[in-house]
């Protein structure tokens, strides 16, 4: 079992930055593929950008390509996903997630969900 919590949404205006952090605990976390996840209201929810165990591989949706970075500490077992140039668009409950996926962007690939931590931008 892997347990996954989400830190560092909040409120922040059109053009800001965020930094959410992913902090996992229990059976060997960084062997697995870390991905983020994001649900606005009404909607399903869609990747936003992954990891692989290592680091050295990472993904983007291309919403957010080009203005968000992720990175991963394994000594620490954290993800991090710093995004900038925030739009309004944005906003949503992100979650991380970890699980030993093939298809990254596949929210059924993932065993282990955090509880997810509300962004909102504001225009």
């Known amino acids: 079992q892997v347990q996954l919590v989400e830190s560092g949404g909040g409120l922040v205006q059109a053009g800001g930055s965020l930094r959410l952090s992913c902090a996992a605990s229990?059976?060997?976390?960084?062997?697995?593929?870390v991905g983020w996840f994001r649900q606005a209201p009404g909607k399903e929810r869609e990747f936003v950008a992954g990891?692989?165990?290592?680091?050295?591989?990472?993904w983007f949706a291309d919403s957010v390509k080009g203005r968000t970075t992720i990175s991963r500490d394994n000594y620490k077992d954290t993800v991090d996903l710093q995004m900038n140039s925030l739009r309004p668009d944005d906003t949503a409950v992100y979650y991380c997630?970890?699980?030993?996926?093939?298809?990254?962007?596949?929210?059924?690939?993932?065993?282990?969900w955090g509880q997810g931590t509300q962004v909102t931008v504001s225009s």
């Open positions: 229990g059976r060997a976390p960084s062997t697995y593929t």
């Open positions: 997630a970890a699980g030993s996926a093939t298809y990254i962007r596949s929210p059924q690939q993932y065993n282990y």
């Open positions: 990891i692989s165990w290592s680091g050295a591989t990472t």
